[in-house]
């Protein structure tokens, strides 16, 4: 039986910012935790990727060594809530983890780094938007104390369905 490989985590680098994107995408073709419909360019994940750091939020990555290369097996990040002054201490959160890397708890140690790292620049309010039947989200959620705000029904529109967002706030 393969073993399963070892995983740091670390603040991302710009050059992490190419397999983040690639990890984005691939959610973006199959799966409605992503709006978009189309795929994000390699320049514009490179902007994110600035813009997010400029703006004080971290991005971490998780990686492991595939032969012999290190690979972005998943990513936690915050970025703006909305961009409005009183807003500043609130902060949205994004976590996707590769399909293959998944169930091996790589989710759950990359929201409580990243929750660590919230704390640690003072953010007061880490806010979620999970889109219905995400129930691997909604769960992790949970376990770290977020509470349900409320669901928004059928405000999102992919894959020829409408689907439901549900607001999950979590207090530093
Ligand atoms: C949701 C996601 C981040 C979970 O990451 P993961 O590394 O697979 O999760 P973990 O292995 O750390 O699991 C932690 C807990 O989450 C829950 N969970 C994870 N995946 C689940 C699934 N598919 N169904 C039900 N519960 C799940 C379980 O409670 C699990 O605890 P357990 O292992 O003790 O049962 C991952 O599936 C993902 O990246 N999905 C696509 C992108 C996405 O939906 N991002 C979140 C947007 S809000």
Redesign the pocket.
Known sequence: MAETPTYIVRPATEADSLQINDIVNY?VMH?V?NFNYGQRSQEDGLAWFKTTIAGGYPILVATTVVDGQEVVA?YASLGVFRAKDGFRFSAEYS???HHEH???????ILLRDLLAEAKARNFHAII???SGG????F??AK?FGFRVVGTMKENGYKFDQWIDNTFVELLL
């Open positions: 959610e799966s935790s998943g976590l996707y983890i998944r169930k091996r708890g790589l989710g759950r979620g938007s999970i995400n129930e691997g989200s769960r992790l376990e």
